[in-house]
């Protein structure tokens, strides 16, 4: 059962401009995750926001939250080659929940 | 660190054949879970496990069993392996059963079924 959607599918930016990526869901949560995956590795957790936080900040990361639209947005700032990768949301919808997953969306960094 | 290990990167076996995929993870974190993974259909989840000898079906059980006899190793058993069943494997643990928690994942298997 699919419950996050990213958008775009695929992004392709220069190195050093930000990318955007999007992340709608369909139910109440209790949290949205946000992971990273390098081709053919695994997946590497990137950030956490609760339902009641509107904005969160790792380093270059920016994960915003609006419940009321349910969607998510991760901005990468001035990305670099090694942010090449594809990057999933994940949303819990109660605290013991297991988590959904969407499609992903495959960012390509340019030189 | 935090390290989940998948026995194969790659693995190919024949149809009918019973397979086993294994996961270690040292972390003495109580849960773990296996995923699929597929092209534009995301991670979905196969099983996973609260505590040791402990199991629950997640969305796509069918075809596969699991196996958790030591609160670090998680194995998938795929019993009379299928074509539609070639795919990556994915293995994560997370510390406890609260969703406020990461998964740690390890690097997949491609498993493909000839």
């Known amino acids: 059962s699919q419950q996050g959607e990213e958008d775009p599918q695929a992004l392709s930016i220069q190195e050093g401009e930000n990318a955007t990526m999007n992340c709608s869901y369909k139910?109440?949560?209790?949290?949205l995750q946000w992971y990273r995956q390098n081709s053919g590795r695994g997946l590497v957790h990137l950030i956490l926001?609760?339902?009641n936080e509107r904005e969160k900040h790792s380093g270059r990361l920016r994960v915003t939250l609006d419940t009321s639209k349910k969607s998510s947005s991760l901005l990468i700032t001035a990305s670099r080659a090694a942010d090449t990768a594809s990057y999933f949301c994940?949303?819990?919808?109660?605290?013991?929940?297991?988590?959904?997953w969407g499609a992903g969306t495959k960012l390509i960094i340019k030189p | 660190d935090v390290k989940v290990t998948q026995s194969s990167r790659y693995l190919v076996k024949r149809t009918g054949e019973k397979v086993f995929l294994e996961c270690v993870q040292d972390?003495?974190?109580?849960?773990m879970f296996w995923y699929r993974q597929d092209p534009g259909l995301g991670l979905r989840l196969i099983y996973f496990?609260?505590?040791?000898?402990?199991?629950e079906k997640g969305d796509i059980p069918e075809g596969y069993s699991v196996s958790r006899e030591k609160k670090e190793r998680f194995s998938l058993i795929l019993e009379s392996a299928s074509t539609n069943q070639t795919s990556m494997y994915l293995c994560?643990?997370?510390?406890?059963?609260?969703?406020?928690?990461?998964?740690?994942f390890g690097d997949g298997t491609r498993l493909s079924i000839l």
């Open positions: 139910t109440s949560i209790n949290n």
């Open positions: 972390m003495d974190h109580e849960n």
């Open positions: 994940a949303t819990a919808m109660d605290s013991n929940y297991q988590l959904i």
């Open positions: 994560a643990s997370r510390l406890f059963t609260n969703s406020n928690q990461p998964q740690h």
């Open positions: 926001i609760r339902s």
């Open positions: 496990s609260y505590d040791v000898k402990m199991k």
